[in-house]
């Protein structure tokens, strides 16, 4: 999801600052990239021994940026639930990707409640 704030001068800074804050707190291990229009974080989790991958992209200036969550799983986890599949059937598969999914939509919700406390 993205969300993107115009005409409030935000901090970029502080968002910055929020979005490692939250990074740290959730236990995720995280990477960061900056180029001269956007900045990345590419943050892990390792839980219940599977492992969880969240993006945050910050693009634009304090009139006007956004910011980009972007959870889930990709290629890896498609692969890798083919083998279940095979393996244990449907019902193990249906059960890993309601988890993957439940997961990402609570570490969505809490990310987007800090930055509205943050960054109103």
Known sequence: MEYRWVGKNIDINLAKSKIEEFL????????????????????????????????????????????????GHGLDHLLKSSLITQFFGVAALLRDSYEALDFYKQAEEKFWRKMEEALG
């Open 24 to 71: 740290k707190e959730q236990n995720y291990k995280m990477e960061r990239s900056e180029s001269p229009l956007s900045i990345t974080w590419r943050a892990t989790l390792r839980q219940k021994n599977r492992t969880r991958q969240i993006m945050i992209i910050v693009t634009g200036g304090p009139d006007d940026f956004k910011i980009n969550f972007r959870g």
